[in-house]
């Protein structure tokens, strides 16, 4: 792998020239005022300025002086900056060299503070607000409003998560235009008008309770709370303390807490936010500014999503089973490291390693180097969902060390194609990229088995195809007849989805797609750790660096470059082998890390796998089915205690520091040291920062790589009378162990609704809107139903949104189950 | 008309919302209209209304809420049968609008946007209704009643009260405001030809040009005209003139303080 | 010299059932479709450019310039959309009263107006976007419109030219800020009423974001008498740079108030002596000479031409020629508050100029109608106007602060007395109405 994806384009740009307080300065043509002002380093004070929203003029904050512009006649009046593009020979006099300037200033910021109230003391922005900022530096001294000020009752719901003052709002409209413009989600909107203006949500602005009224994805209309992924954002960008946290509310003061650049954990965009902690807490999460990434927005997740690691089952000490009691209790680190090598040297030769997918890449390189060094295997895998043959070989010859696509390129290309996934959910700041896209003329279209509403939003057109039959689907794109045309050429790109992996020939098709288009593909998995185990050999075929363990040459590098004698030839198990192999004792010990056991493709085997393996090492975060099955159970960091690097779906390293430094939390890259070490077989480090010196110095593989699948489309499967195929996926708020603690956020989730088309429910018998069950020999599942695009004998329901369909159904995208009215008998 | 129970926006209701976004090239351009209808039906705007809008036009029902709201006719709570509006802006205030509408108040025991306990009027100041020719004006309904007194206002709401008939000065019988709100929303009712063409207000200087034998100059005849000339003249300018338009719809919109006009805006 | 009063759009209001397509036949009507169909778009608008009519709406922009401000070359921007034509009948701006009579007694007059113009700048889709507080001008409209269609006036193929011009007519909902054009072109597609940036410009993206001609009523109303008596006929009424006739409206304490349809320039004291002069015993005190957002003027401008040049030179505008005229028992100070009042409740609430600084000068204006006033009251209004004035968003700000600096100008002891004595103490409100029993001196 490489740092930093460079991918920008150097496009020859047209410079204007213009003064700005008498200094001259050169910026591109269209630049606003506002901005160029700032080259010159003058801010301009400015609220419903947004540089990521378009322009509104709304607060006339921003006003400026224009004596010239351009053509040798001023304008007889303030210009507001925020709208004014720059034009050759300009002349623009803002606050500093102009009275005229500075008075309409502050009339404006006089007029702004009439109706503010003066609760700066007690409003979460103090000390952090725009407007209290800008009034001290822009502001008349005293004001000469002494009448009665606005008031409204106080706060307004307007989410669960969301709460708004409206007294204190200035109506810059930031939050309304984000929500239109970039979430595509107006559930808030400017309601009232003149001096009652204000934020609301329909049909009533007084509506504090939501009731048990259905939510942005249901079936009917009603009082739409502003239920969007992206809604925190509209706290962040307030210039007022109008919207605040329902968890963050009262709870500190800006200059009390600790800020800390990171990286978030929930997907695989790496989305740059800012922690801010408080005496060893965690109070919130911020967006970070990253314009190659995620710009200025996170999802609600990214943000809101940060107690998991201090809920009440969190690991503090080495667990290690009793022998004679069979109970777990507590060791210390060297016994427990101990026992662990011990535990693994007795069942040598015969150990499989799971390692998940939510690593850092340093992480997962020790599990890597842990699993070829220490145990002297390849029987590892990260993937924690349904997997294959044809995956493993995609990621092994089109994915490891390949950067194709940045994120930058969906705002620019001619087609954007998403397969097997649904970006608004599965990754969500790539979805606002794509969304930014979209509207800029970017086409969409997605093979899948329906119009989603993050479909919707990018404008996408629909290929639909049947869960499983991909395949079919793409093969039919662009081919000889010259059919199913979506503009695919050498400036688009392809999003492939994990769950492709149960879609035999979908990752077959997609490789054939691009080498007919010109189009390039990438592979946008849904955990933060799933890249970076490629890159760093977390697979069963595949070495660090995209070596194959197939290739004589390759394991010699890495053997030498390691300084141990060899690296295993044989080629490893995958997980399902791993755990069948468990299972059947033909390995008899097993490492695993962060894994849920509900999302392993088969959880009932893997139950099997982990009773049936004389010895389990478990390193977690917190208690889990697999912790509680464990021999040793080593509790390590969670992100927010230690530095790391997660890799993007595009390949690109997302380093990030330590928030909070708690004593004795160790990461995986120390404990897995700790026990190759008593195994007598050092990794050749023990430290973050020694793991990725390590990566570094091997490099990505220059051979051969590894061929890419070409597994031909299955033939399509007609489903049995009474049965149906299961489209599914994650939705983004759901419940995740990841969100835990996080109640109100959780409470903004999509409401669960089962949706086929009315063909589909009719011949089930089942009235749209009514309670539906889909069910297997293993469990069953009860939804209210909705009617969707879908194709007939096919239906979707959430992954894991009140039921967790992997864990308590065993069904999957694509799989076949029963569809019954009513609830569950 | 009983107001007690809302009637439900029913399938009847559906259809003719869909005939109305039919009507335009983009169906939310119904959205005003729609919402006339949703009074007319319901008489007010109900979140039963603005639901049902939000979902035949695709919108959340922030957006809706955010139109509804905006919009001075459309009324949150359930009207009386008849709206009757006084002018209280200057002019009309001035001529006696505000000593009407205090004595209408003080009558009719309800102040302003309050509807009378029997259901049969709600009182509301209005803005300037474009009949200053006719100051002090009242409407019911949307109707013009001219150069009203406090005593013809009282007679007016007294007959209103009573189920008499009024006719409008400048408009058909009066019906309700429900009635009139459905003809807003797009519907006739066929009282187009009811009430005179003019008042004697809109016709004075018209009067006056009869009887003294003032008009327009007479229509040259065909032959007179230089119309194909200047068509040519005008072509030539035309292209420096299209250089020029965007400096002077800015100065245009920089220096027109009337940009905001009865009617009018920075338009030609 | 044409003479002193040319009633041309107000001919035929008289007439029996003058609204009905019967009517407006009789009197000539539609002959300047027939005539408009055997001219290229080009030619209508250059004819309408070349006879100089301005928009009567208020600011006076020339009609035929903004036609051909249309992009009709499909390479340039917009140019490839459809285009649209949308009349301006929100007549709300206070004092203003032409538009409603001339719809309610002529609406034909409009009709041929529109599709005359639509096919000038190539629309095949007009709309007449109406106040919705005018309910029998709303069914006169759409009585119109719906004749018209019958005769292929409207339609698919107007009048056999295999032209299409289709109409709607649109009842808005009561909001002044929507006679602001690019509100109103939110408005009509269904959004609160609230003004948008320009550029882009309505010619280039207006409703639709496609190129959209927005006229006022009066305007497109000229339009057919244009084309039938031509550039010179139009121009041989008004002045030099404001040519052809127009609709005054005269009203408050005058004894015969109404429309006087004249040709520009006319002055307020020819006005007043065809509509018999004040009241009796009244002196002349103050007026607007087009509407609540044109400075008041005195008698001392009594001799002003009404033209756009002449209010202009005077220190205030013709705007919509609404002339309200109040004699010496008017408080200018309750006028004012008042007319805040209007502006207040009528700001869209955008910018924060118009929202706050209204909020704030209503305040005070109520304190000092109250005689509660406070030393420095009116160098605070004003410093508040020259706070909103130009800084707004839109003009609907800067109207609102005609009427409080004109005032202050002209009348600032009244506002000083303010300090001390309620308005109606100082002017009775009495003495003021239309039925008051007699006018003292």
Aim: glycine share 10%; aromatic share 6%.
């Amino acid at each position: 792998m490489t740092v930093e994806a460079s991918r920008e384009t150097q496009t020859p740009v047209d410079l204007v020239t213009l003064s700005i307080d008498d200094v001259e300065v050169s910026v591109p043509k269209g630049t606003l005022v506002i901005r160029a002002a700032e080259l010159v380093g003058t801010e301009i004070p400015r609220f419903c300025d947004h540089p990521l929203l378009e322009p509104v003029g709304a607060c006339r904050q921003c006003l400026v002086e224009v004596p010239d512009a351009g053509n040798g006649r001023g304008f007889p009046k303030p210009q507001a900056s925020c709208t004014l593009e720059v034009a050759p020979g300009m002349v623009v006099r803002t606050q500093v060299t102009s009275p005229v300037a500075e008075k309409a200033q502050h009339g404006t910021m006089e007029l702004l503070l009439v109706n503010h109230p003066l609760d700066c003391p007690v409003c979460d922005k103090g000390g952090e607000c725009p407007l209290q900022n800008q009034a001290m530096s822009h502001g008349r001294g005293e004001s000469r409003f002494a009448e009665t000020k606005r008031t409204f009752p106080k706060p307004l719901a307007v989410s669960e998560q969301v709460l708004l003052d409206r007294e204190r709002c200035v109506l810059c409209a930031r939050c309304t235009r984000f929500s239109e413009q970039v979430a595509g989600d107006p559930f808030i909107a400017l309601v009232e008008r003149g001096a009652r203006q204000q934020v609301g949500i329909g049909p009533s602005t007084d509506e504090q309770a939501f009731g048990d009224r259905p939510g942005a994805d249901g079936s009917s209309g009603g009082a739409q709370p502003f239920h969007s992924y992206f809604s925190g954002n509209t706290i962040q960008i307030c210039p007022v303390g109008a919207l605040t946290s329902a968890d963050y509310r009262f709870r500190s003061r800006p200059f009390d807490l600790v800020s800390t650049p990171s990286v978030a954990e929930h997907d695989a965009c790496g989305a740059a936010i800012r922690v801010d902690h408080r005496r060893g807490t965690v109070m919130r999460r911020l967006a970070g500014d990253d314009p190659e990434v995620n710009e200025e927005w996170v999802t609600d997740k990214d943000r809101f999503a940060f107690t998991w690691s201090r809920q009440d089952d969190r690991l503090r000490t080495p667990l290690v089973r009793d022998p004679d009691t069979g109970e777990l209790v507590p060791a210390s680190w060297p016994g427990a490291l101990a026992a662990a090598a011990a535990g693994l040297r007795e069942a040598a030769g015969k150990v499989g390693v799971l390692p998940g997918g939510r690593l850092t890449a340093e992480d997962a390189y020790a599990y890597s180097v842990f699993a070829r060094v220490a145990l002297r295997t390849n029987d590892i895998d990260f993937r924690t969902r349904p997997h294959s043959a044809e995956e493993a070989a995609f990621l092994a010859a089109r994915v490891a060390t390949v950067q194709d696509v940045a994120t930058r390129d969906l705002e620019t290309a001619s087609t954007v194609l998403l397969v097997g996934l649904e970006p608004e959910d599965e990754a969500g700041t790539l979805f606002l990229r794509l969304r930014k896209g979209s509207r800029h003329g970017v086409r969409v279209a997605a093979v899948a088995s329906h119009t989603t509403r993050g479909l919707a939003k990018v404008g996408g057109e629909l290929l639909t195809a049947r869960p499983g039959e991909e395949a079919s689907a793409l093969d039919a794109i662009q081919d000889s007849d010259g059919s199913a045309d979506v503009g695919l050429d050498a400036r688009s790109v392809v999003l492939l989805g994990e769950r492709l992996a149960s879609s035999p020939g979908a990752f077959s098709a997609a490789v054939r797609l691009a080498e007919r288009t010109g189009a390039r593909l990438a592979w946008v998995p849904r955990r933060a750790g799933d890249r970076g185990a490629v890159e760093t050999g977390c697979l069963p075929t595949l070495l660090p660096g995209a070596r194959p363990v197939g290739d004589a040459e390759a394991r010699a590098d890495l053997a030498a470059a390691w300084g141990v004698r060899s690296v295993p030839a044989k080629a490893g198990r995958d997980t399902t082998s791993i755990l069948r192999a468990a299972a059947r004792g033909q390995l008899r010990a097993l490492v695993v890390g962060g894994v849920e056991v509900d999302d392993l493709p088969d959880p009932a085997l893997a139950r099997e796998a982990l009773a049936a393996a004389d010895f389990v090492v478990s390193l977690e975060v917190r208690e889990s089915d697999v912790t509680r099955a464990a021999d040793v159970v080593l509790p390590v960091a969670p992100p927010v205690e230690k530095s790391g690097t997660f890799v993007t779906w595009e390949g690109r390293l997302r380093p990030f520091g330590r928030v909070l430094d708690v004593p004795g939390s160790l990461t995986d890259v120390r404990v897995l040291a700790g026990i190759a070490e008593e195994l007598g077989a050092p990794l050749g480090f023990r430290t973050t920062a020694g793991a990725m010196r390590s990566m570094a110095d091997l490099g990505p593989w220059d051979g051969e790589r590894v061929a890419a699948p070409d597994l031909a489309a299955p033939e399509a499967k007609e489903p049995r009378g009474g049965e149906v195929v299961l489209a599914t996926w994650r939705q983004l708020v759901d419940d995740g162990r990841l969100q835990d603690g996080q109640d109100r956020y959780r409470a903004t989730a999509r409401r669960a609704v089962l949706k086929a088309s009315a063909a589909t429910l009719a011949a089930a018998g089942v009235e749209p809107g009514d309670v539906a069950t889909i069910s297997t020999d293993l469990g069953s599942a009860s939804f209210p139903t909705a009617v969707a695009d879908l194709p007939d004998g096919v239906v979707w329901a959430p992954g894991n949104n009140g039921v967790h369909l992997r864990g308590a159904l065993g069904a999957d995208h694509g799989s076949t189950v029963r569809l019954t009215a009513g609830g569950a008998s | 008309m009983s107001h007690d129970v809302t009637p439900p926006i029913d399938e009847a209701t559906t259809a003719e919302l869909r005939e109305l976004m039919g009507r335009y090239p983009q169906a939310r351009s119904a959205l005003l209209p729609m919402l006339h209808l949703v009074q007319a039906v319901q008489g007010s705007v109900t979140s039963e209304g603005i639901e049902t809008c939000a979902e035949l036009l695709g919108l959340t029902t922030a957006e809706v809420s955010g139109v509804a709201t905006f919009y001075t006719m459309y009324k949150r709570r359930t009207m009386g049968t008849h709206l009757v509006g006084v002018c209280t802006n200057t002019l009309c205030a001035v001529m006696g609008g505000d000593a009407i509408f205090e004595r209408l108040s003080d009558h009719l025991d309800v102040g302003n946007d309050e509807t009378t306990a029997d259901g049969q009027v709600t009182l509301e100041r209005i803005e300037c209704n474009a009949a200053c020719d006719y100051a002090p004006v009242l409407t019911v309904n949307w109707e013009f009643l001219d150069r009203q007194t406090p005593e013809s206002a009282v007679d007016l709401v007294d007959r209103l009260r009573a189920g008499e008939p009024v006719q409008a000065s400048r408009g058909a019988t009066i019906t309700s405001w429900r009635d009139a709100e459905r003809v807003l929303a797009g519907f006739e009712d066929g009282r187009a030809d009811e009430g005179p063409s003019a008042g004697d207000a809109s016709l004075a200087g018209l009067r006056i040009a009869q009887e003294r034998g003032w008009s327009a100059p007479p229509i040259p005849t065909v032959a007179d005209s230089e119309t194909a000339d200047e068509v040519a003249r005008s072509k030539e300018t035309a292209e420096a003139e299209a250089d020029t338009r965007r400096a002077e719809d800015e100065t245009v919109a920089e220096e027109s303080a009337a940009d905001v006009k009865g009617g009018g805006s920075a338009d030609g | 010299m044409a003479d002193t009063l040319t009633p041309v759009l107000s001919r035929g209001w008289a007439d029996e059932r003058s609204w009905t397509r019967e009517a407006y036949e009789a009197r000539d009507g539609y002959s300047a479709l027939r005539t408009a169909l055997d001219m290229a778009p080009e030619e209508i608008v250059a004819l309408v450019k070349d006879a100089g009519l301005r928009g009567r709406g208020g600011a006076g922009f020339p009609t035929g310039m903004k036609w051909s401000f249309i992009p009709q070359d499909t390479e340039s921007p917009g140019g490839g959309n459809p285009k649209y034509l949308v009349v301006n009948a929100d007549e709300s701006e206070p004092g203003t009263c032409k538009d409603i009579p001339l719809m309610m007694a002529n609406p034909h007059e409009l009709i041929e107006g529109v599709v005359i113009a639509s096919l000038a700048i190539r629309a095949e889709q007009a709309f007449v976007y109406v106040r919705g507080e005018v309910l029998h001008v709303v069914r006169r409209l759409r009585a119109a419109c719906r004749e018209a269609y019958e005769a292929g006036y409207l339609g698919a193929d107007v009048m056999g030219s295999g032209r299409r011009v289709d109409l709607v007519i649109h009842a808005g909902a009561g909001a002044y800020i929507c006679g602001e054009e690019t509100a109103l072109l939110d408005s009509l597609e269904g959004r609160r009423g609230q003004p948008r940036l320009r550029p882009p410009f309505p010619a280039v993206e207006g409703l639709y974001a496609s190129p959209t001609v927005i006229n006022n009523v009066e305007s497109i109303a000229s339009v057919p008498a244009i084309v039938r008596g031509g550039v010179d006929w139009f121009g041989s009424m008004g002045t030099e740079k404001s040519k052809g006739f127009t609709l005054y409206s005269l009203s408050g304490h005058v004894k015969r108030p109404g429309q006087y349809e004249a040709p520009l320039g006319i002055t307020l004291r020819e006005l007043l002596d065809l509509g018999g002069g004040l009241r009796d015993g009244a002196e002349l005190k103050f007026w607007t000479p087009g509407g609540s957002s044109t400075p008041i003027l005195t008698a001392e401008h009594l001799d002003v031409p009404l033209d756009y040049e002449g209010v202009g030179a005077a220190g205030s505008m013709l705007g919509t020629k609404a002339l309200q005229v109040f004699d010496q028992t008017t408080s200018v100070v309750r006028c004012v508050l008042r007319w805040t009042e209007f502006y207040k409740h009528e700001s869209c609430g955008k910018c924060t100029p118009c929202r706050e600084g209204t909020w704030w000068l209503v305040q005070v204006l109520q304190r000092l109608d109250a005689g509660q006033g406070r030393e420095g009251d009116v160098e605070l209004l004003l410093d508040l106007c020259d706070n909103i004035l130009g800084r707004s968003f839109c003009a609907l700000g800067d109207g609102a602060t005609s009427p409080i600096t004109s005032a202050i100008q002209h009348f600032r002891d009244e506002f000083e007395a303010g300090m001390h004595t309620p308005s109606a103490e100082l002017f009775p409100p009495a003495a003021s109405t239309l039925f008051a029993a007699e006018v003292s001196a």
